[in-house]
């Protein structure tokens, strides 16, 4: 019912393209990385924090939670101190609602200049919703270029039923006397179209390389560029610092709560054409 929409109701706008490519993008940046020593439950939270604000923080309570924080104070090096904190559901009850770091708690970041992931997410998703609308457009103005003169609105509603279902795919006629109706045709173009889709496939190129993932058809690839090793040794270069970030936390956790936690990389960090868990399955195991 949902893809005849029945239940939808309506066209998609720029909006149900963003979200759908930003959820994607939230769920392979948050899997990126895979936690020993904790639960499940407690890794997605970790991580969902660092995807949205960049830092987390994490206290005990009888068990492991992440909160998000709020940090104050500084060092002699300009790092805080200690962090104000709450849960999801309000909670602040729990030490007055304050934790000084590395003593009650845990402090720990997504990059060493608390940068949120969202904020990359968010950008190639607005831009990708952007080339799906043009697509989109271009494609219906391929099959329907008519512009539509009416004298009243009954005329006008008709018009908007026939554009509609030309919009769905449908074989439409109007409906009503057509010789109300002033058509105005344009000559139908689809020059555009080629430009979009081959936008579109560089912006999902770019994606899939900030997060380290590589398509199958650049697997298969033997040839390497100076500029595809530049490429990757920057992108390998951010995913390090977010691996060392989460190793000082592990680092952390050690020390404040003696739990033994650790992390892995989904990506190919060092080279050697291994991931360091099952990530994919066949021979080549470089995502």
């Known amino acids: 019912n949902f893809l005849l929409g029945l239940k939808c109701g309506r066209k998609l706008d720029l909006w149900d393209y963003f979200r759908n490519y930003f959820f994607r993008f939230k769920d392979i940046a948050t899997n990126i990385f895979e936690y020993k020593g904790i639960s499940k439950e407690l890794a997605v939270d970790i991580e969902e924090r660092f995807f949205y604000f960049g830092r987390c923080g994490i206290i005990k309570d009888g068990d492991l939670f992440a909160v998000d924080v709020n940090p104050y104070g500084q060092n002699r090096y300009g790092k805080p101190t200690g962090f104000n904190f709450c849960?999801?559901?309000?909670?602040?009850?729990?030490?007055?609602?304050?934790?000084?770091?590395n003593k009650d708690g845990v402090y720990a970041l997504n990059t060493y200049d608390n940068f949120p992931t969202a904020l990359i997410a968010?950008?190639?998703?607005?831009?990708?919703?952007?080339?799906?609308?043009s697509i989109v457009v271009e494609l219906i103005n391929s099959r329907m270029m008519d512009i539509f003169k009416?004298?009243?609105?009954?005329?006008?509603?008709?018009a908007n039923q026939y554009q509609n279902d030309i919009y769905?795919?449908?074989l439409s006629f109007l409906k009503?006397?057509?010789e109300d109706i002033e058509i105005d045709r344009t000559p139908n173009k689809t020059s555009k179209l080629k430009d979009y889709i081959d936008t579109k496939d560089r912006y999902m190129k770019d994606v899939y390389e900030t997060f380290g993932i590589k398509?199958?058809?650049?697997?298969?690839?033997?040839?390497?560029?100076g500029e595809v090793e530049s490429t990757n040794d920057l992108m390998f270069l951010n995913l390090k610092e977010m691996l060392d970030c989460r190793n000082?936390?592990?680092?952390?956790?050690?020390?404040?709560?003696?739990?033994d936690v650790s992390v892995i990389s989904h990506i190919d960090l060092d080279g050697d054409g291994e991931v360091k868990s099952e990530f994919e399955k066949g021979e080549n195991k470089n995502v």
């Open 248 to 259: 000082k936390m592990c680092e952390d956790l050690k020390k404040v709560f003696g739990i």
């Open 168 to 170: 769905r795919g449908k």
């Open 87 to 101: 849960f999801r559901n309000g909670d602040t009850t729990i030490n007055g609602n304050k934790c000084e770091i």
């Open 150 to 158: 009416t004298p009243n609105n009954s005329s006008a509603e008709c």
């Open 176 to 178: 009503d006397k057509t």
């Open 215 to 225: 398509r199958l058809a650049e697997k298969r690839e033997r040839m390497i560029t």
């Open 122 to 133: 968010e950008q190639y998703a607005f831009q990708l919703a952007h080339t799906d609308t």
